[in-house]
Structure formats: C-alpha cells, structure tokens
C-alpha cells in the first residue's frame, strides 16, 4: 500500500542555519507529493506541493525535488528563522484522492 | 465564512455520551474528509466523502459515523466515547483527485 516516512524529529536549528527534513514514499502509480506545516495550535496548511518526476516545489523560501528514482520529496530551506518552528508533514496523494501524511517532524529554531 | 469552519473548538466529553462534531466550508469542493491527530502517528483518515451522498472508511473509521447530505457540510459523529478516541480532529476538503487539500483549525476532544 501507500506510505510516507519522514525523519524522526524533533529538529532543534539555530537561526540562518541549513534545513533539511527527510521524506521517502511508497506509492503505486504516480501521486502527488506535499509538504503541509502546522504552526502551534493551528490547523494544517499547504506549503508546496508537485504533481510529477523532477518537479520542484518552492514557496516561502522552502523547497522540494520529486526524486521518482530514489522515492524522495525532502524539504529543504537554506536560512531556517524563528518563525519557522512548527510541525511538518509530508505526504503523497494517490489516484484515489486520498491524502497519506507522514508522522510529521517537529522544527524548533532558536534565536 | 473563510475556507473551512470547525465547531466546536474543543471539548471534554464523559465516555460514553454521544457527540457530533461539526465541519462546513464554503468553497464547494466535492471531497471533504474528517482525520486525527496523535502525538508520534501523524494525521490518519478516519472517514471521506467524495461527493454529496457518498461516504467511505478510511484508515481508523471504527466508533465514528459520517453523512454527506449536501455539498458544504460534513459532521462526524461519535455514538458513545470512549477515552481512546482523545485526539485532535481535523476537517479538511479538497477540489479533486492529486488536488490539495484545505484544513479547517481542528475540534480538540478530551474523553474523560
């Protein structure tokens, strides 16, 4: 069946530092891949998101690389800030519709 | 209305009394799907709607119902708490298959 595995966290960074949070899936077909993040006591939004092979999704200053041949979507940021603590999920959408998310990772960045 | 509303924000509920949680967007999207959240187990789907009238199982759907009687609204409803079922619930809809998905604020439920 489908899955996500995500690195263990939590990810403890100080501020301007390099980020990179791990996520490998098993899926059947050709999904979607997402990254969402939840900041504390909030609901779950939308970082970025790719449709196919070698697609890369950005926004805020995060990226991710869909990797068909090694099964990969890691996140990536080059100057991590406070304001980035929060959890965050990878996941993969199957022809089904269905979302699977990894266990999420907790970031914490300190100043 | 923005997006999707969740009712109630949180609650403490004795086990064993029924409970229904509320969720409405208003971006009429056909699929709507109810998750929860546990500390080390990410979000697991408990029911989806794909369209109004239809529901499914998702991955934990045992001790909740479902029902899709129009477009915007998606209640899940516990028929008798019980302590396991502690958890953070997410609403969430999306507009089609590989779309993205819209997450309401979540409904915070403690079963005493």
């Known amino acids: 069946g489908n899955s996500v595995t995500q690195m263990e966290g939590p990810v403890t960074l100080s501020e301007e530092a390099f980020l990179t949070i791990n996520c490998t899936y098993t899926a059947t077909g050709y999904p979607s891949l997402f990254w969402y993040v939840q900041y504390p006591g909030e609901g779950l939004q939308l970082l970025l998101k790719a449709t196919k092979a070698d697609d890369k999704g950005s926004n805020k200053g995060f990226e991710a690389t869909y990797r068909k041949e090694t099964t990969s979507f890691h996140l990536e940021k080059g100057s991590v800030q406070v304001s980035d603590s929060a959890v965050y999920f990878c996941a993969l959408s199957s022809n089904t519709g269905k979302l699977i998310f990894g266990q999420g990772t907790t970031l914490q960045v300190k100043p | 209305i923005a997006g999707i509303t969740q009712a109630p924000t949180s609650q403490i509920l004795a086990a064993g009394r029924r409970m229904t949680l509320r969720c409405t967007q208003d971006?009429?999207?056909?699929?709507m799907y109810w998750y929860r959240q546990d500390l080390g187990l990410g979000l697991r789907l408990i029911h989806y709607s794909n369209t109004a009238g239809t529901t499914g199982k998702g991955e934990v759907p045992d001790g909740y119902s479902v029902s899709r009687a129009n477009t915007d609204d998606f209640p899940l409803t516990l028929a008798s708490a019980v302590p396991s079922q502690t958890s953070v619930y997410f609403c969430?809809?999306?507009?089609?298959?590989?779309?993205?998905?819209?997450f309401g604020s979540g409904t915070r439920l403690t079963v005493v």
């Open positions: 971006m009429r999207h056909n699929a």
């Open positions: 969430a809809s999306s507009d089609g298959p590989k779309g993205s998905y819209t």
